[in-house]
């Protein structure tokens, strides 16, 4: 049921985004050739044929902590003013580490300094988790739940046809209460967007969170 709760919430942003990139769609493609074709390297990224394809190599450079490789996946500068992607470097972060002024951009020099807490330990365990079968054949994927002390935690994989977009939720329960039970105060998830381009390549597009 609480699975059901929080699914139902990423689902109604999913179609928020969905109707807000209508919008968009006539200029995606110009985009797309302006801009992706140039900022990746050819010595850090290779052509696939199919999305699910760079969906792994992408898993394998960050599992890998291959910095080189994840850069392939962004297009560098990002501007914060679309995304959360500092909040959540932020929640990984001591508070005395923060800066007092949140940039307004986001670099290839801020990945270097930051990718073990823009892909924390948390999301890369479950993304190891997610079957790139099912993911490919039915456009979505449920990894089994990470249990540790305080709470649990899963990551749900979807490939949207209609945006051509991968989000990778990592889902956390509530709280345990003094049984050990998931409380639902607490639910929430980081939502990770990529872009599915012309030529199967993913680049990184936002952070949303839910919860």
């Known amino acids: 049921m609480k699975k059901a709760v929080l699914k139902q919430l990423i689902f109604a942003l999913v179609v928020a985004l969905f109707l807000s990139a209508c919008n968009q769609i006539n200029n995606s493609d110009a985009y797309e050739k302006d801009t992706t074709a140039k900022k990746i390297s050819k010595s850090t990224y290779t052509p696939v044929t199919i999305w699910i394809e760079d969906f792994a190599n992408l ?16 297009n560098f500068p990002v501007f914060v003013d679309t995304t959360q992607i500092w909040q959540a470097i932020y929640d990984n972060m001591d508070q005395s580490e923060r800066p007092h002024t949140t940039p307004s951009t986001f670099t290839g020099e801020d990945l270097e300094k930051n990718y073990s807490r823009l892909f924390n330990e948390d999301f890369v365990k479950s993304l190891l988790k997610v079957n790139t ?12 739940k ?6 649990s935690f899963y990551m749900l994989a ?12 990592l889902i956390y329960s509530g709280w345990k ?32 969170f839910a919860g």
Not at 59 to 74: L, N, P
Not at 146 to 151: H, I, S, Y
Not at 158 to 168: C, E, G, N, R, V
């Open 133 to 144: 079968g099912p993911l490919y054949k039915d456009g979505e994927f449920t990894t089994p």
């Open 146 to 151: 990470t249990v540790n002390k305080d709470r």
């Open 59 to 74: 898993r394998e450079a960050i599992y890998r902590q291959d910095i080189a490789k994840m850069k392939a996946y962004f």
């Open 177 to 208: 209460d003094e049984n050990g039970v998931d409380m639902s105060e607490g639910e929430s998830a980081t939502i990770y967007f990529f872009k599915v381009t012309n030529t199967n390549h993913l680049i990184f597009e936002k952070i949303l």
């Open 158 to 169: 979807q490939y949207d046809k209609a945006t051509k977009s991968i989000q990778l939720s």
